[in-house]
């Protein structure tokens, strides 16, 4: 399983920014998939969960500015963040949880809001 994250960088309060992330190694269009964030001396937080089909759940504190979405034919899913906020600094990270239980994650990219 690998999951490779794009996208990230700086950008001004206000902005908007589009995260990417390629999945290989397993069918795409079977688990589930998301994004989480980790700032430093914070708690791992996850931002959007998006179901099988391309249904979404976000975290109240995104609602109304992130969308994430999955393109099973391009084996990708994105993040759209609009109306960034200085408090959105994190590392973003995209994942995928199995039926089995298992979870992986990419590396993470940086995003700064300023």
């Known amino acids: 399983v690998q999951l490779v994250e794009s996208g990230g960088g700086s950008v001004q309060a206000g902005g908007s920014l589009s995260l990417s992330c390629t999945a290989s190694?397993?069918?795409?269009?079977?688990?589930?998939m998301g994004w989480y964030r980790q700032a430093p001396g914070h708690e791992r937080e996850l931002v959007a969960d998006i179901s099988k089909g391309d249904g979404a759940d976000y975290a109240d504190f995104v609602k109304g500015r992130f969308t994430a979405s999955r393109d099973n034919a391009m084996n990708t899913v994105y993040l759209q963040m609009n109306s960034r906020k200085v408090e959105d600094t994190a590392v973003y990270y995209c994942?995928?949880?199995?039926?089995?239980?298992?979870?992986?994650r990419g590396q993470g990219t940086q995003v700064t809001v300023s």
């Open positions: 994942f995928v949880s199995f039926d089995s239980g298992d979870v992986s």
């Open positions: 190694g397993f069918t795409f269009d079977g688990p589930r």
